[in-house]
């Protein structure tokens, strides 16, 4: 059987999601740890949180891949009793390197948004435009829907604890544009497209005001729900790119949303 190494599992995450997709502001890619430390056990999940270090060290894992990275901002201190800080002591104390795939998962045929798409139903699931790679994608509703009965669909296609809708008037939708996580801002662009929908999460005020008035429908599906079901998708992946190198891969099925309803 031949050894897998950190390095590895990168190189196998990084021919799904080269490095090169990756927004000039993003921290993808080995984030702690060694390279060419042996990994048996790996344990796939979309935040590196508090729970998931010693439910990761439990289960006898030497690597965490996680969609959001651990390290995103310039770090000038190392603190145990601050979260981040308190995070990377506890992942060296139990050997855990991290390795993430952020908005180059988001852009990637087959990543966050492909599955997203097809989570929703959607057919003849496109790029923006006509470009190569995007973070958005245009996709088609098999039988139009009014705004809030797509509302609903996306609600229960996602699991979703629950989503908000813009209702920008009375038309129906068939074309649908998305971005997984925080995509507000390719709204109208998506609505350039042809679109009469959008699907995001993080909607602000003022950015669901001008959904409105250019007339196209948004379902705010929340951050976390449009983003999760990448997780199962990334296990599998690794669980056939590695098949030869005898690797267990478990994935976070616990994850929750931060927020909930009252």
């Given amino acids: 059987m031949k050894i897998c190494t950190v390095q590895t599992v990168a190189d196998a995450v990084n021919r799904l999601a080269p490095k090169k997709l990756a927004e000039e502001w993003d921290n993808p890619g080995l984030l702690l740890g060694d390279p060419k430390s042996e990994v048996k056990k790996i344990f796939v999940c979309l935040d590196v949180l508090d729970r998931n270090i010693p439910q990761a060290a439990e289960l006898g894992a030497q690597l ?52 997203l798409a097809k989570k929703i139903g959607l057919t003849d699931i496109k790029m923006f435009g006509d470009e190569e790679f995007s973070l ?37 939708i068939e074309r649908v544009g998305l971005c997984g996580g925080a995509g507000a801002e390719f709204i109208s662009k998506a609505k350039f497209f042809g679109a009469q929908a959008f699907v995001t999460g993080d909607v602000k005020y003022h950015e669901a005001q001008a959904a409105v008035e250019n007339k196209i429908h948004v379902v705010d599906a929340g951050h976390f729900a449009t983003e999760f079901p990448i997780v199962h998708v990334l296990a599998e992946y690794l669980r056939d790119e590695l098949k030869n190198f005898g690797v267990e891969v478990f994935e976070d099925v616990d994850a929750k949303d931060f927020f909930m309803t009252v």
């Fill in 136 to 172: 958005g994608r245009l996709g088609t509703l098999p039988t139009p829907m009014t705004a809030e009965n797509f509302a609903r669909h996306v609600k229960k296609s996602l699991n979703a604890q629950n989503v908000r809708l813009v209702d920008a008037g009375d038309f129906m």
């Fill in 64 to 115: 965490i891949v996680a969609h959001h990275p651990l390290i995103f901002y310039a770090t000038k201190n190392v603190r145990y009793d601050l979260p981040l800080g308190r995070k990377i002591f506890r992942l060296v104390k139990n050997n855990l390197a991290v390795f993430a795939a952020h908005t180059n998962l988001d852009s990637a045929i087959g990543g966050v948004n492909d599955v």
